[in-house]
């Protein structure tokens, strides 16, 4: 059975930390792996990984895939209390299959 | 630019009523899919179409029914509400079909309590 874990579940830093969340993965017809941020509503997002090694920036936020391990982190450097909010990781393959999802609260 | 439209916002139904959550895109996406999303427990799959006319389950598919007849629309039926049901639901859509791994894009989701 395809499965998507994220960890850690929550996060509680200060603000200008640096912050690695994991996604690891065990599916068949791999696509894409794909990064959102939820905050009170909506998904919205973030960055879509399809090749190992080649990693992803915007601003403070990189991405990066390991399809020989099987895993992604997302990182977020110098953290602001904006960047609190619950991310989620999927997998595409026929089908988009979500993680549970990490919380993250940045404190001021 | 109305991207992914759900319908209604909030509802509060009663244990045994049925309802049709509603879902519009105007993107052109072939592929679309349902969410519920509870504490803890991250977005589970409910029911997706590839295309006009195909649909297949879930996660999560037991008390819900979809169906697909055009590409804008993909509504979600509740058919005999359970206080279990109660929870946020999402609806997402994508362009491409099958296996074409590009990001959703979801709606606002609606907030739904069963008594």
């Known amino acids: 059975e395809d499965k998507v874990v994220q960890s850690p579940l929550s996060l509680v830093v200060h603000e200008g930390d640096t912050v690695t969340l994991n996604c690891s993965y065990e599916v068949t017809n791999f696509r894409s792996l794909l990064w959102y941020k939820q905050e009170k509503k909506a998904p919205t997002f973030l960055f879509m990984l399809t090749s190992s090694g080649i990693e992803k920036k915007s601003g403070r936020l990189s991405s990066i895939l390991d399809k020989k391990e099987l895993f992604s982190i997302l990182n977020i450097t110098a953290t602001q209390t904006g960047d609190s909010a619950v991310y989620l990781c999927a997998v595409v393959t026929y089908k988009y299959i979500f993680g549970t999802g990490t919380r993250l609260k940045v404190l001021a | 630019n109305a991207g992914v439209t759900q319908t209604p916002k909030f509802q509060v139904l009663k244990t045994g009523q049925s309802m049709t959550l509603q879902c519009a895109q105007d993107?052109?996406?072939?592929?679309m899919s349902w969410y519920r999303q509870d504490p803890g427990m991250g977005l589970r799959l409910i029911h997706y179409?590839?295309?006009?006319?195909?649909?297949d389950q879930g996660e999560v598919p037991n008390g819900y029914n979809v169906s697909r007849s055009t590409t804008e629309d993909f509504p979600l039926r509740l058919l005999s509400a359970a206080p279990s049901q109660t929870s946020v639901y999402f609806c997402a859509s994508s362009r491409g079909g099958q296996g074409d791994g590009q990001p959703q894009h979801f709606g606002d989701g609606t907030r739904l309590s069963i008594l």
């Open positions: 993107m052109n996406h072939e592929y």
């Open positions: 179409s590839v295309g006009a006319g195909i649909t």
